[in-house]
């Protein structure tokens, strides 16, 4: 039986396909995928940290008390990675 698969129904399978191949890239890594998005058009797999040799771009920075959280992200083997760096802001001295 020859069985093709609906445009949206096609659009999933490579995209599910595209992140699982990813999935077993970075845990050869020892990274550890946190969530899984396919609903846009690349796949999104949230992660730990980046593989080492992966460098990210700053695509939202947001402060939570003393620390500064970043979400950075990279376009890897077909999908897109993500995770959070975390800074410790200075604290400001008191001025008299």
Not at 29 to 41: E, S
Not at 50 to 66: C, K, Q, S, Y
Not at 73 to 79: I, L, N, W
């Amino acid at each position: 039986m020859n069985h093709s698969l609906s445009a949206g129904n096609y659009a999933f399978h490579a995209a599910l396909t595209a992140a699982t191949g990813a999935l077993w890239m970075l845990d050869d890594a020892g990274v550890t995928v946190l969530d899984i998005d396919v609903r846009g058009g690349r796949p999104v797999l949230q992660v730990d940290r980046p593989p080492a040799f992966v460098t990210g771009v700053a695509t939202v920075t947001r402060r939570r008390g003393e620390t500064c959280v970043r979400k950075l992200a990279a376009p890897y083997r077909g999908v897109q990675i993500e995770w959070d760096e975390r800074v410790a802001m200075p604290r400001r001295e008191a001025t008299a």
